[in-house]
């Protein structure tokens, strides 16, 4: 087995590694289906060559081409390295500069096994969220960044890295870039074909942009999301022995199960994928599991009577069970569910995101590599009835809500009977959970903020969750409005009890929905934290991509914005640029991430923290820009609560000076100026 020392030293070319193939007992991505002409055949494996020097082209040729025939991609298994794939301790890492240290210790964790949903494509997960293209690219970036210095910046366009360009120490040390096509060539066809060409990547969000923290990532988010909607649709707080069925126990969607438990009520999970649901189950985020459906709804039964708190993993198709619990509707009178949602990868509807309920997951996976229009059929026809069986609960009081993962927007391009009567192209019979939901929140500026420990020390992870609860904490008792005394009390329940629910899975990480004044006091403990002794290396403060100002997406981030622009991605390019020149350490923007290709911009960035003055000048800046960004861009829009935060804002700090919108109070005067 490798050491770190040894796959930062680049391409293992004398002797050439061994080529395994793909390695039993991982999980793999399904085959895909480019559908690639001999001359674009013949420039995917020309460009896959190019890494290489032409002594060992008549060796890796043949293999990269048969890797094209059989998998539609070239991975380049040969260099997939032998060394356990972890987050190591930020120390142990060969480097010049803290920064490169703690972006490896980041790629490393986002290919973890125990964390990625594919780990030996690159895929941390989606179903095609991709960290790099290929295993080539891997060893160069790692190569790379142990030879950075403070006077350097490793740019990757699409999971290629361009190389190390001079720069200064106060810009990032890495850019990164994923999917940036020309906006005519941003069809799912057109993304098939260039992947497989290996000349861009789709990185979902936090995959390519080396951020992502496990299902972690996303449980707070899913927490406020099945609390609020507790709230806002059964106008209640307590959801003992109320019924959450959702599908997806994936790389983010396996936050669903840790979630309901958090929430306190019965979450019903199904998953098609039986690896993933035991993978959940003996990581601790799933209580129980059945393949039976008749043991499923007694359980849920006994549940939802007994008021038990409970996550129960349903192996089998999600649209058996929405069409079993219509039967119990219907043949007993009993509605056995409150709240719905999906976190089927329906972005990726026909590679893998979405099984149709037809075919079982393997004669799935069979048939979307041999007959891809078979299958796109039969996915059509399984998102209809998926659907009908929601509508038919619906008529009753049972709540449904996407979830930002383009279920309803496949669904429609499917036939299905889900647009809002009366309503705009983008507003489904079904509100995103940001209309309803975390809109507001973004809107008063709140947003999944998140640090990782890199010394890996779990005691780390203890100290920083204290010092935010302690800030939170003093926030609240000098005063905050009333718009977000709520969610201040959301947030410092959860980070007090975060450590019991035994979230880590990789790195010492931690996820916290915070605002600007919070995300800044924070950073500035951790940092001051650090300097003192308190923590023991550096921490990496980012956020999902999914937040305030990071994502332009109108069927998600962006579907609760009315003014017209929810189609404009201006806010996530401003966002990634300012960013960069506000302090980040890295920044990255993507196409695509959540609702899919073509269909999203976004935007992260990871920022270091070393116990400078510098580190905290930094944190200071680029912090309020990432936030300040997306609530003046609500607020423009015309939401109120957006308008009260950002004039808060202003009121704090006196450089900040934004375009406020004026009201028109009498709209009949827009209907008269129209018909002269």
Not at 297 to 314: D, Q, T
Request: some cysteine; overall charge neutral; glycine content about 10%.
């Amino acid at each position: 087995m490798s050491n770190l020392r040894e796959l930062c030293k680049g391409l293992p070319l004398h002797p050439l590694p061994e080529n395994k193939g793909r390695r039993d007992g991982l999980p793999h991505a399904p085959v895909r289906t480019p559908s690639l002409t001999p001359e674009e055949k013949q420039l995917a494996l020309k460009n896959a060559l190019r890494y290489f020097p032409p002594e060992v082209h008549k060796i890796l040729a043949p293999e990269f081409a048969q890797e094209l025939k059989l998998y539609g991609h070239i991975y380049m298994y040969r260099f997939c390295p032998d060394i356990e794939m972890k987050a190591y301790p930020i120390e142990n890492y060969p480097c010049k500069t803290k920064s490169a240290a703690a972006i490896m210790h980041m790629i490393m964790n986002n290919l973890d096994p125990s964390v990625a949903q594919f780990p030996q494509e690159l895929v941390t997960y989606g179903g095609n969220g991709q960290v790099f293209s290929n295993w080539a690219q891997f060893r160069l970036v790692m190569s790379y960044l142990s030879e950075m210095t403070e006077e350097q910046t490793l740019v990757m366009y699409s999971g290629h890295p361009l190389g190390l360009f001079p720069s200064s120490p106060s810009a990032p040390r890495l850019v990164i870039t994923n999917g940036m096509v020309i906006p005519n060539y941003s069809s799912r066809m057109e993304y098939e074909k260039l992947f497989a060409m290996g000349v861009t990547m789709y990185g979902q969000m936090t995959a390519g942009s080396y951020c992502y923290i496990g299902p972690q990532g996303i449980v707070h988010g899913t927490v406020l999301t099945v609390l609020n909607a507790g709230r806002c649709y059964l106008g209640v707080e307590d959801l003992s022995g109320k019924v959450f069925v959702t599908s997806g126990l994936g790389g983010m969607s396996g936050a669903q199960a840790k979630a309901s438990v958090i929430a306190g009520c019965v979450g019903v999970i199904a998953e098609v994928d039986k690896a993933a649901l035991l993978k959940r189950h003996q990581q601790g985020w799933l209580m129980e599991i059945t393949d039976s459906l008749d043991h499923c709804i007694k359980r849920l039964r006994e549940a939802r009577k007994k008021k038990m708190i409970l996550s129960l993993g349903y192996h089998g198709n999600v649209v058996d069970l929405w069409e079993r619990l219509v039967y119990e509707l219907d043949t007993t009178g009993e509605l056995l569910v409150d709240l719905g949602s999906d976190q089927t990868s329906c972005h990726n509807p026909f590679n893998g995101g979405y099984y149709p309920v037809q075919l079982s997951f393997q004669e799935a996976n069979q048939l979307m590599a041999t007959d891809p229009a078979k299958f796109r059929d039969l996915v059509k026809e399984s998102l209809k009835r998926h659907v009908a069986a929601i509508n038919r609960l619906s008529e009753k009081s049972f709540f449904f809500w996407d979830y930002g993962n383009a279920f309803l927007l496949e669904a429609q391009r499917a036939g299905a009977d889900v647009m809002k009567k009366g309503g705009n192209k983008t507003e489904f019979r079904y509100p995103s959970y940001v209309q309803h939901i975390m809109g507001d929140i973004f809107s008063l500026g709140f947003g999944p903020f998140r640090w990782v420990c890199t010394s890996g020390d779990p005691q780390d992870l203890v100290t920083t969750d204290l010092l935010a609860t302690s800030v939170l904490e003093e926030a609240v008792n000098r005063g905050v409005k009333d718009s977000v005394k709520q969610q201040y009390a959301d947030n410092i329940r959860w980070i007090r009890e975060a450590g019991k629910h035994k979230l880590v899975v990789g790195s010492q990480a931690r996820i916290l929905y915070s605002d600007q004044r919070g995300r800044v006091a924070i950073a500035v403990a951790i940092n001051q934290g650090i300097a003192q002794g308190k923590i023991k290396a550096p921490v990496v403060l980012s956020r999902d991509h999914h937040d305030v100002s990071g994502t332009d997406s109108p069927f998600r981030e962006t579907s609760n914005i009315y003014d017209g622009s929810a189609f404009c991605a201006d806010m996530a390019v401003q966002n990634f640029v300012g960013d960069a020149f506000r302090g980040a350490t890295w920044v990255a923007l993507h196409n695509g991430g959540g609702v899919g290709w073509g269909e999203v911009i976004n935007g992260g960035f990871g920022l270091v923290l070393d116990g400078t003055e510098e580190a905290e000048r930094k944190a200071r800046m680029m912090l309020s820009w990432d936030v300040s960004n997306g609530v003046a861009r609500r607020c423009w829009s015309g939401n109120k609560k957006a308008y009260e935060i950002i004039c808060q804002t202003m009121e704090e700090n006196q450089k900040l000076n934004v375009t406020l919108p004026y009201d028109v109070l009498d709209e009949s005067i827009l209907e008269k100026a129209l018909r002269i």
